[in-house]
């Protein structure tokens, strides 16, 4: 009882003002991930089955795991452009305005799909399909050509970005940067978002499709992003305050437009500063495989083997949904477990180490040999993913805490983009770029080992190619994320106290304001430098009156 004793003291550290905006930003999030289980689920399921049936119809060879592969791929590549246009939007926007508009945009993107399915003839599953599903065939599908769906995917991808960065960072703005705050934080609001990403997840697998169809199991999902954003709508303002121009009229007007469409200079400025962030930095450069590297081996268990394990092996591609399912599962267990040992576990360290070796269980499917049409083979499945999403979710956790409150105790030397969004997008964009490329090649790969062996025709098999997919590449990014694990200073214990001679749990950090134009602030230099020396303060990070990336008192250099 002693460390349940100790949770419910460590969550009353929270004031009333955040335990409030926390409440209300689960409730949105647990919505939001039941409605995206729904979509995602549904529309890998339901492009594996047309690109077979087309493979079938059309008699060429299958392709896809290439097309799977590109359509998530592309998706991921078009969150790069959501990612790195939050960087502006919150500079004018409070962050909750800008997740809600987000999240409300997703909900009417996800809606295209339906459209066009219906436009082209298609509906809901017939009863007698629920009772007795033929293999191959699926007249109820609307008559639109597959490859329709990869551009719809990628415009819903570029919000789905937008989304998932966001809400990376919106913690630090709720509780600011002590890292003890934000690890508890982000374990509790993990916790519930894996508890309804898992009942999402299982929900689809088992009731949604199998009773409308993965052409329209998805029709939740609006309603579900609906309710979202109006639930953060009410998370509170966050100590954001609209920064006030110097001056108005026309000039105001082409600053914002060139602000908001200069997408390409932003994407190339904010990966520029947060490779130069990460890359000349002990300090930082392992998060490049701890964080990203680790984040593409889990989207590929849950996006990649997942949906080839179902279709290729058991023949039912609704059942990832179930392995899926089991593989949030292991995340909700992972993230409880870091809110558990917060104060015995202070450094991502050893949830990343166990992640790491949790990876190379993968080895089993390759020289597995399942019964075909049973369900209790997919739940076998499942059961072994909840260990591997274990360890990745505690060091997700974990490290996405480290992140947050290590740089907000780093200067942001760049107007237009801050520290931590800056090195958050780099990250991000590098995990989505690996796997828009990978996911592509290796799909590619394993369709070829399916059609040398016999294809749809003449019950084709993708084991050998297994080995190297899954065994092989896990293999090596469970090396690669270990080894990050020894590279900062002060890492080399097994549970170390602190990482780089720097403490985290002081949310009370030296600021100035960073950005000109606001209301307590002189507009001409000259008054700058007359009211230096008296102007420095001590706050909280999220105190921030104007909601910018505030200036700490610390020279990049000194840190680096």
């Known amino acids: 009882m002693g460390k349940f004793a100790e949770l419910g003291e460590s969550l009353r550290a929270f004031t009333t003002q955040e335990r409030r905006n926390i409440a209300i930003y689960i409730i949105g ?39 799977v592969g590109l359509l998530t791929g592309l998706n991921q590549a ?36 339906l459209i066009i399915d219906a436009a082209t003839g298609g509906t809901f599953m017939p009863a007698e399909y629920r009772i007795d599903h033929p293999d191959h065939e699926w007249p109820y599908y609307g008559t639109y050509n597959t490859d329709v769906m990869i551009p719809v995917y990628c415009v819903c991808g570029i919000v789905y970005g937008m989304v998932e960065l966001i809400r990376r960072v919106i913690p630090r703005d709720i509780v600011g940067g002590n890292i003890q705050k934000l690890k508890k934080m982000d374990s509790l609001v993990h916790i519930f978002y894996e508890i309804s990403g898992t009942t999402g997840a299982f929900t689809t697998g088992l009731v949604i499709i199998p009773q409308l169809g993965n052409n329209m199991a998805f029709i939740i999902t609006p309603v579900c992003f609906t309710v979202s954003a109006i639930a953060w709508f009410f998370v509170g303002e966050l100590g954001f305050r609209r920064a006030q121009p110097a001056f108005r009229g026309r000039g105001e007007k082409t600053s914002y437009f060139k602000a908001a469409f200069s997408g390409m200079f932003l994407f190339g400025e904010s990966v520029w500063v947060g490779a130069k962030i990460l890359f000349t930095s002990r300090k930082f450069i392992w998060l490049v495989p701890g964080y990203s590297v680790a984040l593409y081996a889990h989207r590929y268990l849950e996006n990649g083997i997942a949906p080839q394990v179902a279709r290729r092996y058991l023949g039912n591609s609704a059942w990832a949904q179930i392995m899926v399912g089991g593989s949030n599962m292991g995340e909700l267990l992972g993230a409880f477990s870091v809110l558990l040992f917060t104060n015995t576990i202070q450094t991502p360290m050893p949830w990343l180490r166990l992640d790491a070796l949790m990876l190379l269980i993968v080895w089993y499917i390759p ?26 979710a505690s060091g997700d956790v974990s490290l996405a805490a480290y992140i947050q409150a290590s740089l907000a105790r780093l200067e942001s030397q760049n107007k237009n983009v801050s520290a931590l969004g800056a090195v958050m997008a780099f990250l991000y964009s590098f995990y989505i770029v690996t796997y828009a490329v990978a996911g592509t090649l290796l799909g590619r790969y394993l369709d070829g080992i399916y059609n040398e062996s016999g294809g749809l025709d003449e019950g084709g098999q993708v084991h050998g190619g297994l080995v190297f997919t899954a065994g092989v590449q896990m293999s090596v990014i469970s090396a690669l994320v270990l080894a990050s694990t020894f590279v900062p200073k002060g890492a080399f214990a097994f549970n170390p106290k602190m990482l780089s001679d720097e403490s985290l749990d002081d949310d009370h950090i030296e600021i100035e304001e960073q950005r000109p134009g606001r209301d307590d602030e002189p507009e001409l230099e000259g008054e700058v430098h007359k009211l230096e020396e008296g102007y420095k303060k001590t706050r909280s990070y999220c105190s921030s009156e104007n909601g910018s990336e505030p200036r700490v008192e610390k020279k990049i250099s000194e840190i680096l």
Do not use: H
């Open 367 to 392: 020289y597995w040999y399942p019964p075909a049409d049973q369900v209790s083979q997919a739940w076998i499945v499942a059961a072994t993913f909840a260990p591997i999403s274990y360890g990745w």
């Open 78 to 113: 078009c969150q790069c452009i959501g990612s790195i246009l939050i960087g502006p939007l919150v500079k004018r926007y409070p962050t909750k305005n800008v997740l809600s508009v987000a999240i409300l945009i997703f909900g009417m993107c996800s809606a295209l799909l």
């Open 29 to 67: 999030i647990m919505v939001y991930k039941f409605g995206l289980e729904a979509f995602n689920g549904s529309i890998i399921a339901l492009a594996t089955n047309r690109y077979d049936y087309e493979s079938l119809r059309d008699d060429t060879p299958s392709r896809t795991f290439e097309r």
